[in-house]
């Protein structure tokens, strides 16, 4: 039967998709930054939160930073020195591989350093990353901070949050209106991979174990055209990470969810 003609779906909202555009513009406003800061520095970023680069930027007020696709990157700093904006640009160029961002700014090495190593907000792991610490629950009555404060200082768990508990596996019990355990729950080991269910009840815990940390691989002095490759974990540690290149690169004016 043929299709009609009035059958035609009407979208109300049309977002037009940047791509090249965007491409081009975080291109040139890189090369632009090389010309216009001080020093340029390779960072890499360990448990990736959005807030919390965001707090960077805010922070470093008078510096710029760009995160997500290193290949774009790579080209503005050139891949050799036949194609580099300025004198050993290139030479960054290996480091950007993982979760990678760039920061341009007018600060000495030895501030930004100390910055960052004082930089280490802590948020609920995510499901696939390593538990960095135990958890359990104790028998008893449960308490909104599973024991994690004294009880003096907590209250009891909402009853009806009882069954979302059941759900992810905790046996818990309904006496009397308060919800028990008949004994201890183990809900994670340190060193094991965090599942959906286990980050779930760490988050409803309150017990946030994902520690940000901003690590800086190398950086660039305009003055001296000179480039320093830094210690492995000089300022950082491991975390969860996004894949290479699979996030949208983020400049001035948009940021990653």
């Known amino acids: 039967m043929p299709r009609s003609k009035r059958a035609k779906v009407v979208h109300l ?9 965007l491409t081009l513009k975080t291109y040139a406003n890189i090369q632009e930054c090389v010309a216009k800061h001080a ?58 591989s993982g979760t990678i961002g760039l920061l341009f700014s007018p600060r000495p090495p030895a501030e930004i350093r100390a ?13 696939g990353t390593t538990a960095t ?9 449960v308490y909104s901070r599973g024991g994690e404060m004294a009880v003096e200082e907590d209250v009891p768990l909402a009853h009806s949050i009882e069954p979302t508990l059941r759900k992810w596996g905790v046996p818990t019990r309904l006496v009397k209106g308060r919800v028990e355990l008949e004994g201890a729950y183990v809900v994670c080991r340190e060193g094991e991979v965090l599942g959906s269910g ?6 409803m815990f309150g017990v946030a174990t994902a520690e940000f940390g901003v690590d800086l691989k190398a950086y660039w002095v305009k003055e001296t055209a000179e480039v320093v490759v830094l210690a492995e974990g000089e300022a950082g540690g491991g975390g969860e990470g996004a894949e290479d290149g699979e996030e949208e690169l983020v400049d001035e004016d948009e940021m990653m969810e």
């Open 13 to 21: 909202s049309k977002v037009t998709k940047k791509g090249k555009e």
């Open 39 to 96: 020093y340029l520095y390779v960072f890499a970023v360990d448990n990736m939160r959005n807030t919390y680069l965001k707090d960077v930027r805010t922070q470093l007020a008078d510096s710029r930073l760009f995160f997500g696709k290193t290949k774009v990157m790579a080209a503005a700093l050139g891949r050799s020195d036949t194609d580099e904006p300025a004198p050993n640009t290139s030479l960054l160029t290996p480091h950007l």
């Open 115 to 127: 910055y960052f190593a004082h930089f280490h907000p802590l948020d609920y792991a995510r499901a």
């Open 133 to 141: 610490r135990t958890f359990v629950l104790p028998a008893g009555v």
């Open 198 to 203: 286990q980050a779930t009840l760490l988050k």
